[in-house]
Every structure is written in C-alpha cells, then in structure tokens.
C-alpha cells in the first residue's frame, strides 16, 4: 500500500519530522510587523467578568507586551476588584479565582520609584494590599460552611504565597468554627491535605519508640525492616537490651560508596550500583534468629534518625516499618496486637508502643517534640509531628471509618468512587495511617467493584505509593484486581517535547509509569513473577496494561533487556496471528518508544504499529491499532499523514462512537500541527530578535573601538536581518 512505504525512509521521514519541531531557519522570510496587543477602548468601564477575561488574552497574547498598558491594567484590577472588600466578599468564587491568578502574580509591576527609598516604600505598600487581601479571603472562606469553597481559594492562594501554616491554621479555625464531621468525603479529605503541614522535614527529625514485644507462638524470630522507596531511616532495635538489628550506615564511610571508584557513566551503570548496593547493604537490615516465648512480653527499645539510611532520596519521606519472619513462614508484617506500650504509660490493654519525636539525635528531653501512642510501622510522606496534629488525627480516622464501611462502600457508584479518586481521598487518608492501618483501606478497594472501576492508572499509582510496602504480596493483588477490569488500552495524541497536562507524554506514559515505580529496586522481583503468570491472556493476546507499566519498571532497573526479548520471543512464535500478534507488537512499539526514558519517542515504535494495524482481524483491534498509528503520528505533527491514514482504514470503522473519534483525531492533529508551526514562528521571531541584539551589541563595541572594517560588516548583516 502506498502509505507504508519502506521502512528506511518511514524512519527518514519521521525523524525529519521530529527535529522540525524544534528547528528555527534564520534566513526566513520577514513576519508582519508586530503589534502590540492592548484592552479595547473603554476597556475601564467593564465589569469584573468582562474586565478579567479581556486581561486573560491580553497576558495570553505571544507579542512583547506594552509594559506600561499592563502596570496600567493591573493597578485598575487591584483598585476596583482585589481592593474591594465588598468584589472579594460576594463575588461568584470562579471569577475571584481567576482575578487572584491572574494579578496576584502581575503585582510587581505596581512598585514605582525613581530610588531604592521609594521602591522599597512602594514595595511595602504592594505587599499590605496583599496581605489585605488575604485577610479578606480567608474572612469569607471561614463564614462559608462549604469547605468546597475554601479548598479552590486555598490552592490560588497557595500558588500566590500563602503558606503552608497559613494554610494550616485556617483549617484549624474552621473547624472549631463549623461540624466537619458533617462534611462530605472529599471535603474532609481537603482538610487532611491542608492539616498535614509540619514545621520540620523528615531529615531532621528521631524518633524512640518503647514497650513490649510479645510472639503469638514460642519459636524463633527473624526481624526484618522494611524497604521504602523514598529511602530507609536508619534504625537501631533493642529486644531485652540486647541490640539485634542496626540499619545505621558503618561509621567508616558514608554509605557504601567506597565499593565504586568515579561517577556512573551511565543510568544504567547508576541503577546496577545501586542494586548492588541495597544487595551488600542487606544484612544490616536483618536480625539474627531471637527466640521468643509465646506470652512473654520481651522489652524493646527503637531508635530511628530518618536523615541517614539506605537510599536516602526524598528528604520529607521517611518512617520505619518491621516485620518478622518465622522458621519457613512468609514475612508479615508485625501486628498491633504484638505491641504493648510500658506500663506506667498507658492504660492495660492498650496496644502500640510510646513513641517519642526529636527535633535532633540527642534524644534528649530538651529536644522532645511530642509524645503519643501508636503502632510502630509508621511509612510517613510528611513529618510526623504536624503543627495541629489532634486535628488532623481526628480528621484522618473519621474517614478512615468510611473507607472500610462496607455498608458505605456497597452503595458507591462508580461515577462517585471516580469522585473519591480524583480528589485523592484514599491517598490522603493512607499518607497519614500506619502502614499496618493502611491494608485495610487496600482490602477494601479489593472487595468492591465499583471502587477498583473508579481507578485509572494514574491513580493506582498514587494509591501503590502509600500502599507498595506491604508484605504477604498485598499490592500484587490489588494490581491483578485492576487489570481485570481494566478496558483495552488505547493510545492518544498530545504534544511532544513536554509534560504539560495534554502532552503524549502524561497521556500515556505517565499513568503506567506511576505504577510501574513501585515495583522496582527489592520489589522489582515480583513484577518478574507477574510477567509469567499474566503478560500473555489466555486468548494469546499481550496484557498491555502490565506490558506498559512494566517497561518503566525495568527502564529504571536497567532490565529492559528481559522484557523485550519476552516480546520477542511471542512474536517470533509463527501460531502467533491475527489479534494476538497485533497486541505484542504494540506493546513492543511502546517498550520502543518509552525506551529512552523522560520524553517519549513515538518515532522507534512506527514499524511495529504499522505491522499492527495489517494483521489485526477483528474490528475492535483495527481500530485501537489505528488509534495507536494515529497518535504517534499526529502527536509528531503530521496532520496529513493522519488525514491519509484515516481515509485508507477508516472506512472499515463503523460504530457510531468509534466514527465520531476518527473526526475528533483529525480535528486534534490539525490543531496540534498548526501549534507546532506557531511555536516555529515564535521561536525563529524569538531567535531573530537576540541575534539582532548581539549584532547591535557588537556594532556599538565596534564603533566605541573605531574599528570602522567591522562596523560595515556589522550594518550589513544588521540591514539583511527580517524586522
């Protein structure tokens, strides 16, 4: 067929494509003469609605903006609406919204002055209106019993300088003001996210934890401290004073640097280093066999500094979480119900241990942060001492109920489950549970359909984030759970060369990519496991969803290697025909294309997807194969290309809702080349413009040095350069 011609210049013509998005030809014909853009006239008299949207183009529009038009523009804003306190009491809180978006960032062009004085005067004038502002703000989100309200004004303010204990302390005053338990789940849920502000990170705080440990049956006892991803704390274990689990890094060296001579060359040489480092580091993380007697509590002492351990990287993540390990039974977690705080601490009966936080290693009384009962398997994404932390407890357990009511739970309907995930309800609620207290929220999900419905992959993902930790294969399961009911997976287009909302890359990678991460470093093992049990369906076919979250997965073990000769292996099979050999080569077109890692690369995957399209058979598996020639190819900027592939195979799609997308994906990759070509004139206009500045700069060096050979040379060039 003529469209697909050889393969050698396909890839020629598509990477020609890819490099002229980013190309910018000096030597271009001459653009209009710009303009630049400003408010029609009368533009003073507009109301609020009116006055904003016109200011919304007008900072929108590409040309250099006339600097005074704008001071002019925002000093009206902040004089007839931001100032207004009866504008910022009752006006509708979209419209508000986007005034504070809009000029709340533009303020500085209000500070005049001819000296630094009268700078610095106005400056403080600028920053009293704001702090008017904000005052008045957060009067009308505390009067307003709809937290909904409070949460969008929330995060324009927090965009705009309104801190985190501003933040913070606002959900506090509103909740004494109003009945939050009377709050739906997504409102309660806000307030988790504003509470959760702590004044110290995580690299900054110890923890001691005290009490009892007590075995259900006599034996021995491995103990085991849990891998996390954002890098282990280091810790030291005591079981009847004796210390039988240090995780401290040697007090030689570092870490375990001193096993490599240089820097990585490369990131996979980084990624096998570092496995071979969690590998030698291994043991430290290990107890020897301790023999424990069944009712006997045995005392235990804790310490933890969440600043130095294995694979330090996010440094507001850190916690402890321990498991143990029984003759030839699997690890699992440490319950609640084997730890019992002191005596003297306590009422009887009570289970979890005496923690006590530390601003410092000294463990000191003059460095106690705070004091409290808790279990000890603690997996926290913010500091653990929260600056309002009895109100953010009560708010987590509140919803905490709710997520595991079955009864509640039973009546959701996916439109409302989709509701809960969007908000990141069940996240929120995770991030502040021990991680013992989190697997009922996971059993939950795996209980109810409707729940699993409302998850897409992204969301997964950020739920796996609180949740991947567990032992006994948890996580796994829900993931299997998922891609059950997940539908078939199709590719679309978007814009390359970023990660903007609607770019290729968040479309379509990043949702699998935030699953993918979690099964990598120790846990990397069991997603090997699941490429045996499930990447081929019975019906032949590739599992894409796990295919694709897979090769971010070993992309990031430096193991892509494996996966693809998987692939390789299925399509060399010659039984292989029809849907099923179209599944494993778009999966093989996506590993191709995700290979590189950061911006995806849709150009490697061409050939397979091409493959795809002419050996599916049936017409559900035609069109998701033309859909996935269709993004790549759009998403690259050929409009044409998509124009003719859908006349050559559109034909052939016949459902109503598949027909209507075929004229959506034209619409779309029209749109998308006519932005390509835009960014090239912005970008030569862009290009032209600082090679006529140095060119003016030279010229004036030229002319200061009397250098008149250079001068003329510099006129000439400057007199062939397009305005």
């Known amino acids: 067929m003529a469209l697909f011609v050889r393969a050698q210049s396909r890839m020629f013509f598509a990477a020609a494509a890819w490099l002229s998005l980013g190309m910018c030809f000096f030597a271009d014909a001459a653009v209009a003469q710009e303009v630049r853009p400003a408010l029609p006239e009368g533009w003073q008299q507009l109301d609020a609605a009116g006055f904003v949207a016109a200011a919304r183009q007008l900072f929108a529009a590409p040309l250099p903006p006339d600097t005074a038009h704008h001071r002019e523009v925002v000093a009206h804003a902040w004089s007839q609406f931001l100032g207004d306190a009866d504008f910022v009491a009752t006006a509708d809180r979209e419209l508000l919204v986007q005034a504070i978006e809009l000029f709340v960032s533009r303020r500085s062009r209000l500070v005049t002055g001819a000296t630094d004085e009268e700078r610095a005067a106005s400056q403080a004038q600028v920053e009293a209106a704001l702090t008017t502002l904000n005052q008045r703000v957060r009067a009308r989100m505390l009067a307003n019993a709809d937290y909904t309200d409070a949460r969008t004004l929330i995060a324009t303010l927090g965009a705009n300088g309104w801190s985190g204990a501003e933040q913070a302390q606002f959900a506090a005053d509103w909740m004494q003001a109003h009945d939050w ?22 690299s900054q705080i110890s923890a001691r934890w005290t009490g009892f440990l007590t075995a259900p049956v006599t034996g021995e006892y491995t103990l085991v401290q849990l891998p996390f991803h954002d890098g282990d704390s280091a810790a030291k274990v005591w079981i009847n004073n004796e210390l039988v689990l240090n995780s401290w890094p040697p007090a030689d060296q570092s870490a375990d640097e001193e096993r490599w001579s240089g820097q990585p060359k490369t990131r996979k040489e980084a990624t096998l280093r570092a496995a071979a480092d ?39 993540a850190g916690g402890l979480a321990l498991a143990w390990e029984r003759g030839t039974a699997n690890q699992e977690l440490i319950p609640p119900s084997a730890w019992t705080p002191p005596p003297d601490f306590a009422a009887a009966g009570a289970m979890g241990l005496k923690a006590e936080y530390f601003s410092d290693t000294s463990f000191t009384a003059a460095a106690l942060l705070a004091t409290r009962l808790e279990p000890l398997d603690r997996l926290w994404h913010t500091a653990p001492v929260a600056v309002h932390d009895a109100e953010l407890r009560a708010v987590v357990y509140s919803l905490q109920v709710d997520l595991t009511n ?14 809960l995930h969007q908000a990141g309800v069940w996240r929120h609620v995770a991030r502040h549970l021990s991680l013992g207290e989190r697997a ?25 984030e609180t949740t991947y930790a567990l032992p006994g294969g948890q996580p796994v399961a829900l993931v299997i759970a998922w891609l059950e009911g997940q539908p078939p997976v199709e590719s679309r287009l978007g814009r390359l060369r970023d990660r903007e909302a609607d770019s290729y890359w968040v479309r379509n990678n990043l949702p699998f990519e935030s699953i993918g991460r979690w099964f990598t470093g120790p846990y990397f093992d069991e997603l090997v496991k699941l490429w045996d049990e499930r990447l081929a369906r019975p019906s032949g076919e590739c599992e894409l969803a796990l295919a694709y979250l897979s090769v971010h997965a070993a992309v990031e073990e430096g193991r892509l290697t494996e996966l693809q000769e998987r692939m390789n292996a299925a399509l060399a099979n010659e039984q292989l025909s029809g849907d099923a050999r179209a599944s494993w080569l778009t999966a093989r077109a996506y590993l191709r294309a995700a290979a590189l890692g950061g911006v995806p690369f849709p150009a490697k995957g061409l050939a397979d997807r091409e493959e795809a399209l002419l050996v599916a058979e049936s017409p559900a598996a035609r069109y998701r194969a033309l859909a ?96």
Do not use: C, K
């Open 181 to 202: 338990r009377a709050l739906p789940l997504v409102g309660r849920s806000a307030l988790v996210e504003h509470l959760s502000y702590a004044e110290l990170r995580w």
């Open 278 to 316: 969690r590998a030698a580091a291994a043991a430290r993380f290990r107890s020897s066999p301790l023999a424990l007697t069944a009712d006997q509590p045995a005392a235990v002492r804790i310490e933890l500094w969440a600043g130095q351990g294995r694979g330090r990287v996010n440094q507001d």
């Open 406 to 419: 079955d009864d509640y739970l039973a009546n959701l309907t996916a439109a409302e489950s989709r509701a």
């Open 440 to 464: 009922p929220l996971l059993h939950a999900m795996l209980a109810h359909q409707a729940v699993l419905e409302g998850l897409d992959a992204r969301q997964l993902g950020e739920f796996l």
């Open 628 to 723: 996935e020639l269709v993004a790549a190819w759009a998403s690259m900027g050929e409009a044409e290309r998509v124009r003719q592939l859908i006349q050559d195979f559109g034909q052939n799609v016949t459902g109503e809702t598949e027909r209507a997308a075929l004229t959506a994906w034209q619409q779309e990759a029209d749109a998308l080349a006519a932005y390509y070509a835009e960014g090239e004139v912005r970008q030569r206009t862009a290009q032209r413009a600082s090679r006529r500045q140095t060119l003016e700069r030279r010229l004036d060096q030229a002319q200061a040095r009397g250098d008149e050979a250079e001068v003329g040379q510099l006129r000439q060039l400057l007199s062939h350069l397009p305005e």
